[in-house]
């Protein structure tokens, strides 16, 4: 579907700047009249003029585009590509994938202008970025562009390139991301659904007399039941806070009672694994407040506590000597130190589990992405994190994960202290 949208974007662009650069040069021929239309100096030489002409037409487009003369040299390149692309642009076009497109595009007669070549172009340096590229190429007759003395020469035609670029990183990251979610749903579904089938029909074949068999089967059936409404639920949850993302959240966040809301919704699963331990620390100013919805904030910071009370079951099995402990901290913290531009406050969740290896950090916050060792030992849907970090998107804070195989993880929530947060006076 993108790669439609951009081939069509693509005609259209370089059929507007091949039109009206015709015009353009038409119009120069016919009527030169400064008052109508800017006329360049005549002692200028066709090339000089035709680049003027380039200028005219091509920075005036909202895309990205370029235009080559017939030696593959750059004639031209708009203001929104150096904006949009910098100092990439030549390294685009030294592409190879650029450069077959152009070879592709040269044996192909002029005339049939109409013609489109496409283009897939990978950057790794000094950022991994996709670029797509649409090209079309079209002939001019030398004499429109020609000073007075010029047109007098033999007619010749010039042949241009255009060129039309569009970023499409965040585009196919979206598109994978979307693949990779039906495919990971339809799994995480078919797995529990695929067993509830094959004990329904055992407890109606081998199993229909035998009492203890059915005992154990539906207990085990109604686990799956759950597992499947934990994920229901989590799918319909993630998709409502999809929904709220780009509206930001009027009410305040009172950070000394989220700590102990969170102490209070957290002490069961304490009280259930003894040999963890919870250290909330707040805010050393108790009324210190931000904007935002304190519900979604504490769903956020319970996520984070249960992740790592989860997965710190394996921390036992490696590092028996000391406890899993998780510790919660609230900190004003000022403009600068990694953080974005003005003051912020950082919660931050820690353990001292197994860690997480450095490459999957990356992918945390993806749906159904799971570190494969845990996943095996550990039951969960894959979405926490991914909650999480759209949550935080839309309380426009940042979200990071500090992790060291062995020693443990760290989470970190930034969150801005702007003109709505303030100090609460009791």
Known sequence: MHALLFAAGGALAGGLLASGLTALALRRGQDPAPEKLPEPPPFLPARARLLMAVEQVVSSLPAASLVLDQDRRQLYASPQAYRQFGESVGSIERHPAFQ????????????????????????????????RGFFQKKAFPKNIFASEEERNEERRTVLLTFVVLYDVTEAEITERQHADFVAFASHEL???????????????????????????????????????QRLLDGLLYLSRVQMLEHQRPRGQIRLGELCSRLQSETSILFRQKNAAELVVVPPDNPHLCVAG?????????????????????????????????????????????????????????ADNGPGIAARHLPRLTERFYRVPKTSAIVQGSGLGLAIVQHIITRHGGRFVVDSTVGEGTTCKIWLPLGDATAVIKT
């Open 100 to 131: 077959g497109a152009l070879d592709r595009l040269a044996t192909r007669s002029p005339t049939r202008g109409e013609e489109i070549e496409e283009a897939r172009i990978v950057l790794d340096v000094p950022m991994h970025r996709i670029v």
């Open 293 to 349: 919805d304190e519900d979604q904030m504490l769903q956020v910071l319970i996520n984070l506590v249960e992740n790592a009370l989860k997965y710190g079951a394996c921390h036992g099995k490696d590092r028996r000597e000391s406890a899993l402990k998780i510790t919660v901290s609230c900190a004003e913290v000022p403009s600068g130190g990694g953080w974005p531009t003005g003051p912020g406050v950082v919660l931050q969740v």
């Open 190 to 228: 078919r797995t529990p659904l695929a067993a509830l089938m094959g004990f329904i029909e055992t407890l109606q074949g081998p199993a229909a007399d035998d009492p203890e068999a059915q005992k154990e089967f539906l207990g085990i059936m109604a686990a799956q039941g759950r597992r499947m």
